[in-house]
């Protein structure tokens, strides 16, 4: 099955209404919905769970945390958890490329995580996943 990495202003995207690139967001979701694999890290869900808290509130970002909890629950969303290895190769990432770059490490760990599971697509909005030479969706 197709897995697409989703990142935190794709999840941002669905969940606020007040996000400019919502409606699009929604769109796309509909249009991979039952095709493909979503992954996503512990890390993307810290910084949407923050983003949300401040956008849209705490009792919308619980009940978008609990959307998400069935998702992996019904195998569709698959979270992975960094791990200590994984932090370390996404230093030397941030090191390495943020030279002329501006990535952040939750960028740098999203790239470690895409390519050791050899994912070539990113559902976002945020033009680094580009940068890092990914297809970027929508």
Known sequence: MR???VDTSA???IADAGD????MSLLF???IADRCRLVVTNYVLDELYTLLMMNVGHQRTVDFK??????????????IWVSEDIAAEA?????????????SFTDCV????????????????????AQMGFARLP
Not at 20 to 23: F, G, I, K, L
């Open 3 to 5: 897995q697409i990495f």
């Open 11 to 13: 999840w941002d995207a």
């Open 20 to 23: 400019p690139n919502h409606e």
């Open 29 to 31: 979701n509909d249009e």
């Open 66 to 79: 609990r959307k998400l909890d069935v998702l992996a629950q019904e195998g569709i969303l698959v979270i």
């Open 91 to 103: 230093w030397t990432v941030f090191e390495q490329f943020n030279v002329d770059k501006q990535w």
């Open 110 to 129: 999203s790239y470690v995580v895409m390519k050791q599971r050899e994912i070539v697509e990113a559902f976002a909005f945020d033009h680094h996943f």
